[in-house]
Protein backbone atom coordinates (compact mmCIF):
# COMPACT_ATOMS: atom_id res chain seq x y z
CA UNK A 1 0.00 0.00 0.00
CA UNK A 2 2.77 2.17 1.07
CA UNK A 3 4.50 1.40 -2.33
CA UNK A 4 1.11 2.24 -4.33
CA UNK A 5 1.10 5.23 -2.13
CA UNK A 6 4.30 6.60 -3.19
CA UNK A 7 4.00 5.89 -6.90
CA UNK A 8 0.91 7.96 -6.52
CA UNK A 9 2.74 10.76 -5.17
CA UNK A 10 5.16 10.57 -7.87
CA UNK A 11 2.40 10.52 -10.50
CA UNK A 12 0.37 13.68 -8.91
CA UNK A 13 4.00 15.16 -9.38
CA UNK A 14 4.29 14.31 -12.93
CA UNK A 15 0.72 16.05 -13.65
CA UNK A 16 1.44 18.97 -11.56
CA UNK A 17 4.84 19.31 -13.79
CA UNK A 18 3.26 19.14 -16.78
CA UNK A 19 0.23 21.56 -15.99
CA UNK A 20 2.26 23.81 -14.84
CA UNK A 21 4.48 23.75 -17.86
CA UNK A 22 1.38 24.14 -20.34
CA UNK A 23 0.15 26.97 -17.70
CA UNK A 24 3.63 28.46 -18.79
CA UNK A 25 3.27 28.07 -22.15
CA UNK A 26 0.02 29.59 -22.33
CA UNK A 27 0.60 32.33 -20.20
CA UNK A 28 3.66 33.72 -22.43
CA UNK A 29 1.32 33.81 -25.90
CA UNK A 30 -0.61 36.55 -26.27
CA UNK A 31 -2.80 37.64 -28.90
CA UNK A 32 -2.78 40.82 -30.57
CA UNK A 33 -5.08 41.46 -33.50
CA UNK A 34 -3.81 44.54 -35.97
CA UNK A 35 -6.63 46.20 -38.29
CA UNK A 36 -4.78 47.37 -41.60
CA UNK A 37 -6.76 50.17 -43.12
CA UNK A 38 -5.71 48.87 -46.85
CA UNK A 39 -5.80 46.59 -49.12
CA UNK A 40 -2.80 44.47 -50.05
CA UNK A 41 -0.95 45.81 -52.23
CA UNK A 42 -0.23 49.26 -50.62
CA UNK A 43 3.45 50.39 -50.38
CA UNK A 44 3.19 51.26 -46.82
CA UNK A 45 0.98 49.12 -45.22
CA UNK A 46 2.24 46.05 -46.51
CA UNK A 47 5.65 47.42 -44.88
CA UNK A 48 4.26 47.90 -42.06
CA UNK A 49 2.34 43.93 -41.65
CA UNK A 50 6.10 42.25 -43.06
CA UNK A 51 7.91 44.42 -40.06
CA UNK A 52 5.36 43.42 -37.58
CA UNK A 53 5.19 39.58 -38.46
CA UNK A 54 8.73 40.01 -37.79
CA UNK A 55 8.90 41.55 -34.65
CA UNK A 56 5.60 39.18 -33.17
CA UNK A 57 7.35 36.44 -34.28
CA UNK A 58 10.72 37.51 -32.06
CA UNK A 59 8.75 38.79 -29.20
CA UNK A 60 6.43 35.51 -28.93
CA UNK A 61 3.47 36.86 -29.98
CA UNK A 62 0.21 35.30 -31.88
CA UNK A 63 -0.22 37.89 -34.20
CA UNK A 64 -3.24 38.40 -36.23
CA UNK A 65 -3.61 40.64 -39.23
CA UNK A 66 -7.08 42.12 -40.84
CA UNK A 67 -6.75 43.58 -43.83
CA UNK A 68 -10.10 45.02 -45.62
CA UNK A 69 -11.75 43.88 -48.74
CA UNK A 70 -13.08 47.30 -49.89
CA UNK A 71 -10.81 50.37 -49.60
CA UNK A 72 -13.23 52.28 -47.36
CA UNK A 73 -11.74 53.67 -43.85
CA UNK A 74 -15.04 52.81 -42.44
CA UNK A 75 -13.97 49.11 -43.19
CA UNK A 76 -11.50 49.50 -39.85
CA UNK A 77 -14.11 50.02 -37.70
CA UNK A 78 -16.32 47.07 -39.41
CA UNK A 79 -13.72 44.48 -39.11
CA UNK A 80 -12.22 45.67 -35.48
CA UNK A 81 -15.49 45.59 -33.98
CA UNK A 82 -16.48 42.10 -35.25
CA UNK A 83 -13.23 40.50 -34.37
CA UNK A 84 -13.47 41.87 -30.71
CA UNK A 85 -16.93 40.63 -30.49
CA UNK A 86 -16.14 36.86 -32.11
CA UNK A 87 -15.36 33.84 -30.12
CA UNK A 88 -11.99 34.54 -30.36
CA UNK A 89 -11.18 37.73 -28.85
CA UNK A 90 -7.66 38.85 -28.57
CA UNK A 91 -5.64 40.36 -25.63
CA UNK A 92 -4.99 43.26 -27.68
CA UNK A 93 -5.66 45.13 -30.50
CA UNK A 94 -3.61 47.76 -32.70
CA UNK A 95 -5.68 49.97 -34.97
CA UNK A 96 -5.37 53.60 -36.88
CA UNK A 97 -7.76 56.08 -35.73
CA UNK A 98 -9.98 57.44 -38.00
CA UNK A 99 -13.30 60.41 -38.04
CA UNK A 100 -16.30 58.76 -36.60
CA UNK A 101 -15.04 55.97 -35.99
CA UNK A 102 -12.16 55.27 -33.68
CA UNK A 103 -14.12 56.32 -30.63
CA UNK A 104 -17.02 53.13 -31.61
CA UNK A 105 -13.69 50.86 -31.42
CA UNK A 106 -12.41 52.25 -27.62
CA UNK A 107 -15.72 51.90 -27.00
CA UNK A 108 -15.85 48.18 -27.80
CA UNK A 109 -12.43 47.33 -26.49
CA UNK A 110 -13.23 48.91 -23.11
CA UNK A 111 -16.74 46.97 -23.19
CA UNK A 112 -15.23 43.50 -24.08
CA UNK A 113 -12.40 44.33 -21.74
CA UNK A 114 -9.18 44.07 -24.71
CA UNK A 115 -6.34 46.39 -24.46
CA UNK A 116 -6.25 48.76 -27.54
CA UNK A 117 -4.09 50.78 -29.25
CA UNK A 118 -3.48 53.17 -31.59
CA UNK A 119 -1.09 53.61 -34.00
CA UNK A 120 -0.40 56.10 -37.02
CA UNK A 121 -2.76 58.79 -36.99
CA UNK A 122 -3.32 61.34 -34.23
CA UNK A 123 -6.90 61.94 -32.89
CA UNK A 124 -9.31 64.00 -34.70
CA UNK A 125 -9.56 67.71 -33.38
CA UNK A 126 -13.20 67.46 -32.99
CA UNK A 127 -12.93 64.27 -30.70
CA UNK A 128 -9.67 64.58 -28.85
CA UNK A 129 -12.17 66.02 -25.91
CA UNK A 130 -14.48 63.01 -26.33
CA UNK A 131 -11.82 60.42 -25.95
CA UNK A 132 -8.71 62.15 -24.28
CA UNK A 133 -5.28 60.13 -23.83
CA UNK A 134 -4.88 56.88 -23.18
CA UNK A 135 -6.13 56.01 -19.93
CA UNK A 136 -8.21 58.67 -19.19
CA UNK A 137 -11.69 57.60 -20.10
CA UNK A 138 -11.05 54.16 -21.37
CA UNK A 139 -9.20 52.28 -18.84
CA UNK A 140 -8.00 49.37 -21.73
CA UNK A 141 -6.71 52.03 -24.01
CA UNK A 142 -2.86 51.84 -23.34
CA UNK A 143 -1.09 53.52 -26.49
CA UNK A 144 -0.97 55.88 -28.78
CA UNK A 145 2.16 56.21 -31.87
CA UNK A 146 1.89 58.60 -34.48
CA UNK A 147 4.20 60.61 -36.23
CA UNK A 148 4.74 64.05 -36.49
CA UNK A 149 2.81 64.28 -39.54
CA UNK A 150 3.17 68.62 -39.46
CA UNK A 151 6.64 68.48 -39.56
CA UNK A 152 6.64 65.79 -42.41
CA UNK A 153 4.94 67.96 -44.61
CA UNK A 154 6.82 70.82 -43.49
CA UNK A 155 10.43 69.22 -44.05
CA UNK A 156 9.35 67.43 -47.66
CA UNK A 157 8.71 71.06 -48.92
CA UNK A 158 11.31 72.90 -47.70
CA UNK A 159 13.57 70.29 -49.18
CA UNK A 160 11.98 70.06 -52.58
CA UNK A 161 11.72 73.47 -52.72
CA UNK A 162 15.06 74.39 -52.08
CA UNK A 163 16.13 71.90 -55.13
CA UNK A 164 13.48 73.41 -57.54
CA UNK A 165 15.73 76.80 -56.85
CA UNK A 166 18.97 74.92 -57.57
CA UNK A 167 17.60 73.96 -60.91
CA UNK A 168 15.35 76.70 -61.81
CA UNK A 169 16.42 80.19 -63.22
CA UNK A 170 13.53 82.33 -62.28
CA UNK A 171 12.88 83.28 -58.44
CA UNK A 172 9.07 82.07 -58.29
CA UNK A 173 8.17 78.13 -57.48
CA UNK A 174 5.09 76.76 -59.09
CA UNK A 175 3.60 73.81 -56.62
CA UNK A 176 1.14 71.40 -56.67
CA UNK A 177 -0.08 68.99 -53.95
CA UNK A 178 -1.41 65.68 -54.03
CA UNK A 179 -2.85 64.63 -50.26
CA UNK A 180 -4.46 61.76 -48.99
CA UNK A 181 -8.47 61.93 -48.19
CA UNK A 182 -10.64 65.06 -46.83
CA UNK A 183 -11.62 62.76 -43.55
CA UNK A 184 -7.92 61.96 -42.85
CA UNK A 185 -6.14 64.05 -39.82
CA UNK A 186 -3.03 62.53 -41.50
CA UNK A 187 -3.81 64.41 -44.56
CA UNK A 188 -4.84 67.42 -42.88
CA UNK A 189 -1.81 67.63 -40.99
CA UNK A 190 0.88 67.10 -43.77
CA UNK A 191 -0.89 70.04 -45.48
CA UNK A 192 -0.47 72.27 -42.57
CA UNK A 193 3.45 71.83 -42.60
CA UNK A 194 3.18 72.15 -46.80
CA UNK A 195 1.42 75.23 -46.26
CA UNK A 196 3.92 76.77 -43.51
CA UNK A 197 6.80 76.07 -45.74
CA UNK A 198 5.18 77.37 -48.58
CA UNK A 199 4.24 80.21 -46.35
CA UNK A 200 7.72 81.35 -45.29
CA UNK A 201 8.86 82.71 -48.75
CA UNK A 202 6.66 85.27 -51.05
CA UNK A 203 7.81 83.49 -54.40
CA UNK A 204 6.99 80.18 -53.33
CA UNK A 205 3.16 79.93 -54.83
CA UNK A 206 1.12 76.77 -53.96
CA UNK A 207 -1.32 76.49 -57.28
CA UNK A 208 -3.64 74.04 -55.54
CA UNK A 209 -4.05 71.14 -53.33
CA UNK A 210 -5.84 68.06 -54.94
CA UNK A 211 -7.15 65.10 -52.90
CA UNK A 212 -6.09 61.65 -54.44
CA UNK A 213 -7.24 59.36 -52.28
CA UNK A 214 -3.42 58.38 -51.53
CA UNK A 215 -4.03 56.23 -54.88
CA UNK A 216 -1.55 55.75 -57.52
CA UNK A 217 -4.05 55.96 -60.33
CA UNK A 218 -6.10 58.85 -58.84
CA UNK A 219 -2.80 60.82 -58.31
CA UNK A 220 -1.75 59.96 -62.96
CA UNK A 221 -5.10 61.24 -63.60
CA UNK A 222 -5.20 64.07 -61.20
CA UNK A 223 -1.64 65.11 -62.65
CA UNK A 224 -2.45 64.72 -66.16
CA UNK A 225 -5.71 66.77 -65.83
CA UNK A 226 -3.30 69.26 -64.07
CA UNK A 227 -0.99 70.03 -67.03
CA UNK A 228 -4.39 71.18 -68.93
CA UNK A 229 -5.17 73.80 -66.38
CA UNK A 230 -1.66 74.93 -65.46
CA UNK A 231 1.65 75.93 -67.80
CA UNK A 232 4.08 75.85 -64.97
CA UNK A 233 4.89 73.75 -62.34
CA UNK A 234 8.02 73.22 -60.58
CA UNK A 235 7.63 71.13 -57.51
CA UNK A 236 5.22 68.11 -56.50
CA UNK A 237 4.63 67.34 -53.14
CA UNK A 238 2.40 64.46 -52.50
CA UNK A 239 1.33 63.20 -48.83
CA UNK A 240 2.30 59.73 -49.86
CA UNK A 241 4.91 57.59 -52.24
CA UNK A 242 1.92 55.97 -54.17
CA UNK A 243 1.02 58.97 -55.23
CA UNK A 244 4.64 60.80 -55.84
CA UNK A 245 4.72 57.41 -58.16
CA UNK A 246 1.58 58.10 -60.16
CA UNK A 247 2.29 61.83 -60.67
CA UNK A 248 5.85 60.81 -62.02
CA UNK A 249 4.28 58.50 -64.41
CA UNK A 250 2.24 61.45 -65.19
CA UNK A 251 5.52 63.91 -66.38
CA UNK A 252 6.70 61.43 -68.28
CA UNK A 253 3.67 61.10 -70.25
CA UNK A 254 3.91 64.54 -70.94
CA UNK A 255 7.36 64.61 -71.99
CA UNK A 256 8.99 65.85 -69.04
CA UNK A 257 11.86 64.36 -66.96
CA UNK A 258 10.88 64.00 -63.29
CA UNK A 259 14.15 65.29 -61.18
CA UNK A 260 14.90 67.77 -63.80
CA UNK A 261 11.82 69.42 -65.10
CA UNK A 262 10.12 68.83 -62.15
CA UNK A 263 10.74 68.01 -58.46
CA UNK A 264 8.38 65.26 -57.01
CA UNK A 265 8.81 64.10 -53.67
CA UNK A 266 6.82 61.70 -51.41
CA UNK A 267 6.41 60.03 -48.15
CA UNK A 268 6.15 56.61 -46.43
CA UNK A 269 9.24 54.88 -47.82
CA UNK A 270 7.74 52.55 -49.91
CA UNK A 271 10.14 50.03 -52.25
CA UNK A 272 9.10 51.30 -55.17
CA UNK A 273 9.46 54.83 -53.79
CA UNK A 274 13.16 54.05 -52.93
CA UNK A 275 14.17 52.73 -55.89
CA UNK A 276 12.60 55.61 -57.42
CA UNK A 277 15.41 58.09 -55.68
CA UNK A 278 18.06 55.71 -56.45
CA UNK A 279 17.07 56.40 -60.50
CA UNK A 280 17.04 60.21 -59.90
CA UNK A 281 12.89 60.43 -60.40
CA UNK A 282 11.67 60.96 -56.89
CA UNK A 283 13.80 63.75 -55.11
CA UNK A 284 12.71 62.50 -51.33
CA UNK A 285 10.88 60.55 -49.38
CA UNK A 286 9.94 60.90 -45.65
CA UNK A 287 9.57 57.77 -43.62
CA UNK A 288 10.33 55.37 -40.64
CA UNK A 289 6.55 55.22 -39.32
CA UNK A 290 5.91 52.13 -40.76
CA UNK A 291 7.75 50.75 -37.37
CA UNK A 292 4.77 52.05 -35.14
CA UNK A 293 3.76 49.14 -35.24
CA UNK A 294 6.44 46.92 -34.37
CA UNK A 295 6.89 49.23 -31.58
CA UNK A 296 3.50 49.19 -30.30
CA UNK A 297 4.07 45.53 -30.41
CA UNK A 298 7.44 45.35 -28.22
CA UNK A 299 5.26 47.87 -25.64
CA UNK A 300 2.31 45.37 -25.31
CA UNK A 301 4.41 42.46 -24.78
CA UNK A 302 5.88 44.42 -21.65
CA UNK A 303 2.22 45.57 -20.72
CA UNK A 304 1.25 41.98 -20.93
CA UNK A 305 3.79 41.43 -18.65
CA UNK A 306 2.97 43.90 -15.79
CA UNK A 307 5.42 46.40 -16.99
CA UNK A 308 4.72 50.21 -16.44
CA UNK A 309 4.64 51.51 -20.98
CA UNK A 310 4.57 55.26 -20.37
CA UNK A 311 2.68 57.66 -21.03
CA UNK A 312 0.94 58.64 -23.91
CA UNK A 313 0.35 60.03 -26.86
CA UNK A 314 3.94 60.09 -28.25
CA UNK A 315 4.63 61.41 -31.41
CA UNK A 316 7.16 59.30 -33.70
CA UNK A 317 9.98 61.10 -35.99
CA UNK A 318 9.55 60.82 -39.83
CA UNK A 319 12.94 61.18 -41.62
CA UNK A 320 13.94 62.66 -44.84
CA UNK A 321 15.78 59.98 -47.62
CA UNK A 322 17.31 61.53 -50.71
CA UNK A 323 19.64 59.83 -53.05
CA UNK A 324 22.68 61.21 -50.61
CA UNK A 325 21.78 59.15 -47.67
CA UNK A 326 19.58 56.45 -48.80
CA UNK A 327 22.40 53.49 -48.52
CA UNK A 328 22.83 54.56 -44.99
CA UNK A 329 18.97 53.54 -44.77
CA UNK A 330 18.53 50.96 -47.19
CA UNK A 331 21.17 48.61 -44.39
CA UNK A 332 18.47 49.20 -41.41
CA UNK A 333 15.40 48.90 -43.16
CA UNK A 334 15.47 46.20 -45.66
CA UNK A 335 13.62 43.32 -44.26
CA UNK A 336 16.47 40.97 -44.79
CA UNK A 337 18.71 42.84 -42.16
CA UNK A 338 15.29 43.80 -40.10
CA UNK A 339 15.45 39.62 -39.43
CA UNK A 340 18.18 40.14 -37.99
CA UNK A 341 17.63 42.24 -35.14
CA UNK A 342 16.27 40.58 -31.43
CA UNK A 343 13.93 42.61 -30.22
CA UNK A 344 14.21 41.48 -27.16
CA UNK A 345 16.33 43.56 -26.76
CA UNK A 346 14.40 46.86 -26.64
CA UNK A 347 12.20 45.07 -23.97
CA UNK A 348 12.25 45.40 -20.22
CA UNK A 349 11.07 42.06 -19.86
CA UNK A 350 13.67 40.09 -22.01
CA UNK A 351 16.12 42.63 -21.13
CA UNK A 352 16.35 43.52 -17.13
CA UNK A 353 18.85 45.91 -18.17
CA UNK A 354 16.71 48.32 -20.32
CA UNK A 355 15.55 51.27 -18.15
CA UNK A 356 13.74 52.78 -20.94
CA UNK A 357 11.69 52.61 -23.65
CA UNK A 358 13.35 53.55 -27.15
CA UNK A 359 9.93 54.79 -29.21
CA UNK A 360 12.08 55.91 -32.37
CA UNK A 361 13.00 52.65 -33.59
CA UNK A 362 15.02 54.36 -36.52
CA UNK A 363 17.18 56.02 -34.14
CA UNK A 364 17.90 52.81 -32.42
CA UNK A 365 18.34 51.11 -35.73
CA UNK A 366 20.89 53.89 -36.85
CA UNK A 367 22.72 53.80 -33.71
CA UNK A 368 22.68 49.52 -34.28
CA UNK A 369 24.78 49.79 -37.31
CA UNK A 370 27.22 51.88 -35.72
CA UNK A 371 28.39 49.78 -33.13
Known amino acids: LQTINKGSARFMKKIIIFLTFISFLSAKEINVTF ?24 LEINLKII ?46 KIYSFIINTDIPDKEKSL ?14 LFPDDVSAGYTLSSYLL ?5 VKKGNSINIVALSGAHISNVSLDRNKGLLKSVGENKTNN ?10 YDNAQYTIEKVFNRYNNIDVIWAASDTMALGAIEAIKKKKLIPGKNIIVG ?27 GSSALILIKDHSKGFDIGKFPIKTTLYLINKDNIDKYE ?25 KYEYDLIKYLLFRVKR
Not at 80 to 101: G, L, R, T, V
Not at 162 to 166: C, G, I, R, S, T
Not at 277 to 285: D, M, Q, T, V
Not at 332 to 349: A, P, Q, R, V, W
Request: aromatic share 12%.
Open 35 to 58: ISPSLKGNLFWDRVIESMKITAKN
Open 67 to 112: EPTINRQTEVEKLAIENMNSKEKPNYIIFPYFDNSGKKILETAEKN
Open 131 to 144: VKTPGKIYKYWIGH
Open 162 to 166: KKAKE
Open 206 to 215: LLQIFYAMWE
Open 266 to 292: GMDWGNEGLMSIKNGELAASMGGHFLE
Open 331 to 355: KIISLDEFKKIDFKELSKFYNKNRD
